[in-house]
């Protein structure tokens, strides 16, 4: 049946190519189809900007809903009486009978609420506009040096969303209370540079994107933004499952580079790439710092389908969900006139099914200084679960580090390369609403087997998007 589809919709395009109809009968007949099934729904659609805002928003707007008539007597949402009769063609369905004609209403532009975001939908894009706001305390037990603290760890605003039928994208972002990001922005200048967990605070313009969308398996991403390499990092720090990334994102993710991708994934979902070359010296450079590039490649197989990047399983799949990635990274980093070449590899996992869910990455790097090979590696592994209230979860990691090329200070933890650093972690969540509202609370200790020097951090954190 599929092939007689496609034979009779190639047959009247050649038809309609005979003939030349008016604005408003050229704004009914479009043979674009695309048909989907959501929440026990299956919705059809007839026209490619409808199909993007509703991918975008969820939302369907003007719609015929027939009740039981699709295939196994599902409810059929359609775009259009147009939609409606190809699904009926294709799937070798009875039509239906059509109301009395009614004058068609133009396009309502609309303004709603959902998960965080208030939307803007115009008649050729999308607007979303959210602030994340994070307030937290914290309690360091440490050598000699006990302390408690409040403070508003992020509070950013987004502005994202579509133009011209989805056919371009794009994301600002600003973080008001200053990035506070742990990465190698914040190495030192010394010849063995160190990175530090203290950076200043103020006002920080994280993300400035554009994506030319129109070719879902060759998307064009352009700007500021994060770097393809790391899973933990790619995903947002209002997503996570404990309050914090692990020890080693700072030292081993790419984070926020200014550059050009190109990103592709199937219909299916069951694979995406990401390809980039940056700068390669982080956000809000003026400039290259040398002649060289970044340049990141990743793969990620998702063979059940979809695996959006956000921890925990707050979408409770009913069926098992997995991820597995590779990526690799080449970069050449300038400090007092001392290049230092880093080729790095990483491995991504992720699995949930109903309230269990894990992850887990691996870092493997060797890079070359004045002559001196410096290899460093680590890893984590996560995993939580999710209570059948969807409202209650526990989670806990393990993290270890061996690194040779810096030295991570953690207030007084250390003064050296790090050669066996640890983290272990435990904490649990109320989710309120999903991630947009949720309270979270963990315990993390830090270890320096050699020097056998430790400290507890203990955390809670609040946090609202709107």
């Known amino acids: 049946m599929g092939r007689a589809f496609v034979a009779v919709v190639c047959l009247v395009s050649g038809l309609l190519a005979l003939w030349t109809p008016s604005p408003s009968e050229a704004q009914t007949i479009n043979l674009f189809y695309q048909e989907a099934t959501k929440d026990g729904r299956i919705y059809v659609f007839n026209t490619p900007a409808r199909y993007t805002t509703w991918q975008q928003s969820g939302e369907m707007g003007t719609s015929i809903v027939l009740v039981g008539r699709a295939?196994?007597?599902?409810?059929?949402?359609?775009?259009?009486?147009?939609?409606?009769?190809?699904?009926?063609?294709?799937?070798?369905?009875p039509g239906y009978e059509r109301p009395l004609a009614k004058t068609e209403k133009p396009f309502d532009d609309r303004v709603f609420y959902k998960d965080g975001k208030t939307n803007f939908v115009m008649k050729n894009g999308l607007v979303q506009l959210s602030t994340r706001v994070q307030a937290r305390y914290t309690y360091l037990d440490r050598l000699n040096n006990d302390r408690g603290a409040f403070?508003?760890?992020?509070?950013?605003?987004?502005?994202?969303?579509?133009?011209?039928?989805?056919?371009w994208r794009f994301k600002l972002q600003?973080?008001?209370?200053?990035?506070?990001?742990?990465?190698?922005?914040?190495?030192?200048?010394?010849?063995?540079?160190?990175?530090?967990?203290?950076?200043?605070?103020?006002?920080?313009?994280?993300?400035?994107?554009?994506?030319?969308?129109?070719?879902?398996?060759?998307?064009?991403?352009?700007?500021?933004?994060?770097?393809?390499?790391?899973?933990?990092?790619?995903?947002?720090?209002?997503?996570?499952?404990?309050?914090?990334?692990?020890?080693?994102?700072?030292?081993?993710?790419?984070?926020?580079?200014?550059?050009?991708?190109?990103?592709?994934?199937?219909?299916?979902?069951?694979?995406?790439?990401?390809?980039?070359?940056?700068?390669?010296?982080?956000?809000?450079?003026?400039?290259?710092?040398?002649?060289?590039?970044?340049?990141?490649?990743?793969?990620?197989?998702?063979?059940?389908?979809?695996?959006?990047l956000e921890e925990s399983a707050l979408d409770y799949p009913e069926t098992p969900k997995l991820a597995l990635g590779v990526s690799g990274l080449l970069n050449t980093t300038t400090r007092n006139q001392l290049d230092t070449d880093?080729?790095?590899?990483?491995?991504?996992?992720?699995?949930?099914?109903?309230?269990?869910?894990?992850?887990?990455?691996?870092?493997?790097?060797?890079?070359?200084?004045?002559?001196?090979?410096?290899l460093s590696r680590g890893y984590y592994v996560?995993?939580?679960?999710?209570?059948?209230?969807?409202?209650?979860?526990?989670?806990?990691?393990?993290?270890?580090?061996?690194?040779?090329?810096?030295?991570?200070?953690?207030?007084?933890?250390?003064?050296?390369?790090?050669?066996?650093?640890?983290?272990?972690?435990?904490?649990?969540?109320?989710y309120f609403d999903k991630h947009t509202h949720k309270l979270q609370a963990n315990w993390v200790r830090y270890e320096d087997k050699l020097s056998d020097l430790h400290i507890d951090e203990f955390a809670a954190q609040m946090q609202l998007i709107f």
């Open 71 to 93: 295939k196994d007597g599902m409810t059929l949402v359609a775009e259009n009486e147009v939609a409606a009769d190809l699904y009926f063609f294709k799937h070798d369905l």
């Open 151 to 167: 403070r508003i760890r992020r509070a950013k605003t987004t502005l994202e969303g579509n133009a011209y039928g989805g056919m």
């Open 174 to 308: 600003a973080n008001w209370v200053g990035g506070n990001v742990v990465n190698s922005a914040s190495l030192g200048t010394g010849a063995t540079p160190t990175l530090s967990t203290t950076v200043t605070r103020g006002p920080v313009l994280e993300d400035a994107e554009i994506w030319f969308a129109k070719y879902p398996m060759a998307t064009v991403w352009m700007g500021q933004g994060k770097a393809y390499f790391g899973r933990q990092q790619l995903i947002s720090s209002g997503k996570l499952q404990l309050v914090d990334r692990w020890l080693g994102d700072a030292r081993f993710a790419a984070g926020r580079d200014q550059g050009i991708g190109l990103i592709g994934s199937p219909a299916s979902k069951t694979l995406e790439y990401n390809l980039g070359v940056y700068n390669g010296n982080l956000l809000n450079q003026a400039s290259n710092d040398n002649v060289e590039y970044m340049y990141i490649g990743r793969l990620v197989w998702t063979p059940w389908g979809e695996y959006k």
């Open 342 to 374: 880093i080729h790095r590899l990483g491995g991504e996992m992720a699995f949930k099914w109903r309230g269990f869910n894990s992850t887990g990455e691996y870092f493997y790097e060797e890079a070359e200084r004045n002559g001196t090979d410096l």
């Open 382 to 430: 996560q995993a939580g679960y999710l209570f059948s209230n969807r409202k209650f979860e526990v989670a806990g990691r393990y993290g270890f580090i061996d690194d040779e090329l810096l030295t991570l200070t953690i207030s007084d933890l250390n003064s050296s390369p790090l050669a066996d650093a640890r983290e272990y972690g435990a904490g649990a969540s109320w």
